[in-house]
């Protein structure tokens, strides 16, 4: 079946440090690779996807490269600022199934001033 | 827009009791999807409706029901509830497939004792 693993939290970095999540996944087929971002109280939104390989998705300052060689989607941001603290999930469709979300367990970002 | 509304907010009960979380979304989807988050385990989908009047199982389906009451509306019900069901069920909805951007609602949060 499916999988995503992506790197275990917490992550504490300061502002405007180089930020970089691990995502690695399991899958038959070529899935579609998605990063959702969960702020403190609400549901989770889309930060950026990618459909196919070499595709880079990318949304406020994020970006994903998607490489099937490695089946990897390494979500990165330059310069990280406190609003970006949230919880981030790795996530994938596909693999046989066009309708379940396969989602990693989550990172917790936390961004000092 | 609202998007995707799910009531109720929070919810405490007891054991055996039953419930219906309630989901609703203004934006025309054809797909509909209920979530579980547990601390750890990421998202896991429970049941999901490809379009009106149809509905599957997905990774953890038991001890849980569903209907598609129409195109806006998809409830999950809880006919005997465990401690085991305590978690935050999320709502969400897309316009076909998964492949396309998933839209989440704010959550119910569940308690049971």
């Known amino acids: 079946g499916n999988s995503v693993t992506q790197m275990e939290g917490p992550v504490t970095l300061s502002e405007e440090a180089f930020l970089t999540i691990n995502c690695t996944y399991t899958?038959?087929?070529?899935?579609?690779l998605f990063w959702y971002v969960q702020y403190p109280g609400e549901g989770l939104q889309l930060l950026l996807k990618?459909?196919?390989?070499?595709d880079k998705g990318s949304n406020k300052g994020f970006e994903a490269t998607y490489r099937k060689e490695t089946t990897s989607f390494h979500l990165e941001k330059g310069s990280v600022q406190v609003s970006d603290s949230a919880v981030y999930f790795c996530a994938l469709v596909g693999g046989g199934s066009n309708y379940k979300l396969t989602f990693g367990k989550g990172t917790l970002l936390t961004v000092n001033p | 827009n609202a998007g995707v509304t799910q009531t109720p907010k929070f919810q405490v009960l007891k054991t055996g009791q039953s419930m219906t979380l309630q989901c609703a979304q203004d934006?025309?989807?054809?797909?509909m999807y209920w979530y579980r988050q547990d601390p750890g385990m990421g998202l896991r989908l429970i049941y999901y409706s490809a379009s009106e009047g149809t509905t599957d199982k997905g990774e953890v389906p038991n001890g849980y029901n569903v209907s598609r009451l129409n195109k806006r509306e998809f409830s999950l019900r809880l006919e005997s509830a465990a401690p085991s069901q305590t978690s935050v069920y999320f709502c969400?909805?897309?316009?076909?497939?998964?492949?396309?951007?998933?839209?989440f609602g704010p959550g119910t949060r569940l308690t049971v004792l």
């Open positions: 899958a038959t087929g070529y899935p579609s």
């Open positions: 934006m025309n989807h054809n797909s």
């Open positions: 990618a459909t196919k390989a070499d």
């Open positions: 969400a909805s897309s316009e076909e497939r998964g492949t396309d951007t998933q839209y």
